[in-house]
């Protein structure tokens, strides 16, 4: 009985065993094999955050004074980086083109008072032209009372004429009169009826050059007789019309010059003095000029780095990246960080990309660059404050699921 005990003991003994034993090498072999997929999945070999880098340049030759802040300080757009100042600039068409001004302007005020000078002597003119005509007037009424007055004495003269006519007739009928005295008589007629002929035409004419007058035309000697006053109006309003119509060929080049002047003067301004504002968001990654340094135009006086174009540059193997496509979804986990940003292939450059890294904050190893090149979008390092401008900060990518992400995101 003793031995059968021990044999059945020993049979357990060996059967928890074995079982320990497969327990044991499945448990190896898992590790073995989580191990394995851990190491053989998709898996960036460096991975770091990256940023694309402007460059300040100087728009006028000056010297450069430098607001002071560390390398490295965050920035915002629109704050100032410094300022240049160039008192020495050279103003000469400015200079001249405000002598101009001057010099415009001068003849504008003499042709102005030219202008009002001559529309002084023009009323002064008119008053003496209307005096003249008024008086003038009063002449000619005068003139054709007295024609009036003498074609009536004619008339008088004739009708006693023509009675002396008739008296003498019948006397010489009569035998009282000689022959002598009736044709001296008729000739005292005739001459009567003459002078009222004349009479007559000097009343029509004296009666004409009232009516003319009147009427602002003066008549003389068979011409049109303008007053001196109004011919010397006439005269000055073609030179007023002169003077003004150069007045304002005068006045527009007074403008244009006004124009021009602003022009330059904001040209002078902005070559005395400017101020240079940062162009992003980010940080200040490097000074190529300091403080008291005179600069010339185009020179580069700071780089910034702009945060909100932060990206993640990886390379990886052969074999990796030949499995990856434009918009291929991919991880991104930071040294030190268990938390998992997500990201999106955005460019696939492959071996010796060095070119792409000129305009990149972070410039990638030799090591690097004998791998695969790859460019992946993450948003989380442009949204997320806590982890903007981590510009550097290096990392693992990885493309595939790997067995113990489900215990990474438990812990993240």
């Not at 002084?120 to 003119?125: D, H, K, S």
């Not at 005509?133 to 074609?151: C, P, S």
């Not at 986990?333 to 938390?339: A, F, K």
């Not at 404050?385 to 438990?410: H, K, Q």
Request: charge should be positive; glycine fraction near 8%; charged fraction near 25%.
């Amino acid at each position: 009985m003793p031995s059968r005990r021990f044999r059945v003991g020993s049979g357990r003994v060996l059967g928890m065993r074995a079982i320990k034993i497969v327990a044991g090498l499945v448990f190896v072999f898992l590790a073995v094999f989580v191990i394995f997929k851990e190491q053989t999945a998709g898996v960036s070999a460096d991975a770091f955050v990256n940023a694309r880098i402007t460059t300040t340049h100087a728009p006028i030759a000056g010297t450069f004074e430098l607001v002071a802040r560390p390398v490295g300080a965050r920035i915002s757009q629109g704050d100032t980086l410094g300022t240049i100042s160039d008192p020495l600039v050279d103003d000469v068409r400015l200079s001249d083109l405000v002598q101009q001004r001057a010099a415009a302007q001068a003849e504008v005020d003499r042709m102005a008072g030219t202008g009002t000078g001559l529309q002084t002597t023009i009323e002064q003119l008119r008053q003496r032209a209307a005096s003249h005509k008024k008086e003038r007037i009063e002449q000619l009424r005068a003139l054709a009372d007295g024609a009036e007055a003498a074609k009536a004495a004619a008339e008088a003269r004739l009708r006693y004429a023509q009675l002396s006519l008739e008296r003498f007739k019948r006397l010489s009928v009569q035998g009282v009169r000689t022959g002598e005295s009736l044709e001296q008589s008729q000739s005292l007629a005739e001459v009567a009826a003459l002078d009222v002929r004349y009479a007559q035409e000097s009343s029509r004419i004296a009666r004409i050059n009232l009516a003319a007058a009147e009427h602002g035309i003066l008549l003389g000697d068979g011409y049109n007789d303008t007053p001196y006053s109004q011919q010397r109006i006439s005269e000055l309003e073609v030179r007023k019309a002169e003077i003004e119509a150069n007045g304002k060929a005068q006045l527009a080049n007074l403008e244009a010059l006004e124009s021009r002047i602003r022009v330059e003067r904001l040209r002078v301004n902005r070559l005395t003095s400017t101020t240079l504002e940062a162009n992003v968001t980010g940080l200040v990654w490097d000074y190529l000029a300091v403080t008291g340094e005179v600069v010339l135009p185009g020179q580069s006086l700071l780089r910034l780095v702009d945060c909100n174009s932060a990206i993640v540059t990886l390379s990886v193997t052969e074999r990796v990246y030949n499995g990856i496509t434009l918009g291929s979804s991919a991880a991104f986990r930071m040294n030190g960080s268990s938390r998992i940003l997500q990201g999106t292939v955005t460019r696939v450059a492959g071996a010796g990309a060095a070119s792409i890294y000129e305009n990149l904050a972070i410039a990638p190893s030799e090591r690097h660059l004998a791998r695969f090149d790859v460019t992946l979008d993450v948003p989380a390092l442009r949204e997320d404050s806590g982890l903007r401008c981590l510009i550097g900060r290096t990392g693992r990518v990885f493309f595939e699921e790997r067995p113990l992400d489900w215990l990474r995101r438990l812990w993240s």
